[in-house]
C-alpha cells in the first residue's frame, strides 16, 4: 500500500519557520516528480511548489517564491518544504503529491491537482499574527 505520510506543522506565530516533512513508503519515488499543495478552509486546494524527480527543477506559486524551498532526499524516499518568513495568509492544511508515472514530468514537475496521483493526508499550518 502506498502512502505519504507529512509531519511538521503546528502553530506559529507571524514571521516564524517550519519545516515538512513527506515520507513515502510502499513504493519509491525517486524517478517521479513531487510537489507540495495547500488548502486554506473555504478554498480550492492551491499549488504551492514542485520539484523534479532528481530534484535539479524547482518551481514555486508567486505568494510563496523566495520564502518556501522544496527539496527532497530520494535515498530517504522523503519530500520537504522549508517555509520562512510566514503570514497569516499560509494558514491551511499542506499536502504533499506524487505523480505515479517513472519520469512522467521529465525534467520538470506538475504544478496542478488533477496531474497528481498519490496525496498524503495533509497537516496543519496555523499562523498566527
Known amino acids: 500500500q502506498v502512502q505519504l505520510v507529512e509531519s511538521g506543522g503546528g502553530l506559529v506565530q507571524a514571521g516564524g519557520s517550519l519545516r515538512l516533512s513527506c515520507a513515502a513508503s510502499g513504493r519509491t519515488f525517486n524517478r517521479n ?37 522544496i527539496s527532497r532526499d530520494n535515498a530517504k524516499n ?11 495568509e499560509d494558514t491551511a492544511v499542506y499536502y504533499c503529491a506524487a505523480d505515479g508515472d517513472l ?27
Open 103 to 129: 519520469y512522467g514530468s521529465g525534467r520538470y514537475a506538475y504544478t496542478r491537482v488533477e496531474e497528481y496521483d498519490y496525496w498524503g493526508q495533509g497537516t496543519q499550518v496555523t499562523v498566527s499574527s
Open 78 to 88: 522523503t519530500l520537504y518544504l522549508q517555509m520562512n518568513s510566514l503570514k497569516p
Open 33 to 69: 516528480g513531487m510537489g507540495w499543495f495547500r488548502q486554506a478552509p473555504g478554498k480550492e486546494r492551491e499549488f504551492a511548489a514542485a520539484i523534479s524527480w532528481d530534484g535539479g527543477w524547482t518551481y514555486y506559486a508567486n505568494s510563496v517564491k523566495g520564502r518556501f524551498t
